[in-house]
């Protein structure tokens, strides 16, 4: 059962958390995964810099997270920033992210169950959010295209360009570590249907 919002409480969180310099790659992410599924573009979240403004976001009150957290609607998450938010927070555990930022337990929390929340709509509204093409997120991932070329218009190439990229960029922002390998992913994202 999922906890009524504390707004205060996370408030207080993402202040803690927005002064952080040096986040470790697990409070990167979550914060980055929050993000997504408040609306922004991933463009915009390549640097710690940049994710701890928006955090603080004192310029405009209703840029503010908190806010925005509380009138959250699972319809305005596009399938898109729904997948690159869930990949983000794969790899995490409550205890990882606790162990690097006690302050952003809630946040991660909070970030899981509202993703949850958007597959059961996308499903309850016969929307299939991972039915997707694998190379499609990993091409908004890497280009900030809010539209696909079809799968089928891209040549073997430029797909594996493409993913490289992706992986390029996850390493860079440490989402992901330089050991992991995407082949199998890969494998079984060419034979889906």
Known sequence: MEEEFDADKMEDDLDTVS????????????????????????REMADWKTLADMLSQNEKPEKRPVLRMSKFDPEAVTRDQARLAKKLLA???????KAECEAATACFVWSKEKIQEVYDYRRSRGSNVTQTGYYQDISQWCSGVTEHKPLGSRTQTDLKQTENNYVKQS??????????SFNSDVTSALKKP
């Open 91 to 97: 790899p995490l555990t409550v205890d990882k992210v």
């Open 171 to 180: 390493i860079k922002i440490g989402a992901i570590s330089p050991e992991t």
């Open 19 to 42: 002064r952080v310099r040096r986040p470790g790659a697990a409070l990167h992410s979550v914060i980055m995964a929050l993000f997504l599924i408040l609306g922004e573009s991933h």
